[in-house]
């Protein structure tokens, strides 16, 4: 009885693992597909519609990208892991243009988060993590960087259809 009790807890601690582990695994999947859809509007853009803004003093499309890219590294930070040497987030938006830079800062900075979330120990989702606009646990800290992805991937939906441009995906 005592062994069988021993297995019974053991294969419980296994499973809330392994739920935790599906968990971050799931999140990553998604955001690598809301990342996907992201490049490829950025990449449907020509460049003076990557300099195109709503109205003044409102993120261009390519500035919104760029965004992006620059809260990957945040969030990232946040959760531990330091940006790679040479990334300054907090000059990204005005020093990154050009089409192909845009696009380049975008690809480093989501492989940089998809790598970086898929190293956080699935045993820490539970712990807290200061994000500085929000303390919440490292399990949603996961959700915001999908939800800010996601949020702006709409964003340039609207950038898209504004200036005559059909989403990839829905042509």
């Not at 999140?27 to 690598?32: A, D, F, K, Q, S």
């Not at 449907?44 to 990557?50: E, G």
């Not at 992805?149 to 504004?162: D, F, V």
Request: charged share 20%; hydrophobic share 40%.
């Amino acid at each position: 009885m005592k062994n069988f009790s021993t297995l019974i807890l053991l294969l419980s601690c296994l499973l809330g693992y392994s739920q935790q582990d599906l968990s971050r695994k799931s999140i990553v999947g998604m955001l690598e597909m809301t990342q996907g859809q992201v490049r490829a509007l950025a990449e449907a853009f020509d460049d003076s519609q990557l300099n195109w803004r709503p109205a003044e003093g409102i993120r261009s499309t390519g500035e919104t990208v760029v965004h992006v890219a620059a809260a990957n590294y945040y969030l990232g930070m946040k959760l531990g892991f330091p940006p790679p040497e040479g990334v300054d987030i907090m000059t990204m938006e005005k020093t990154i243009s050009g089409k192909e830079a845009i696009l380049a800062a975008y690809d480093k900075s989501a492989e940089f988060i998809r790598e970086k979330m898929m190293e956080v120990d699935p045993a820490s989702l539970g712990s807290e993590v200061d994000l500085g606009f929000m303390k919440t646990n490292r399990l949603s800290a996961l959700l915001v960087v999908l939800e800010h992805t996601g949020e702006h991937k709409g964003q340039l939906i609207a950038y898209a259809r504004s200036n005559g441009v059909t989403p990839p995906w829905s042509q």
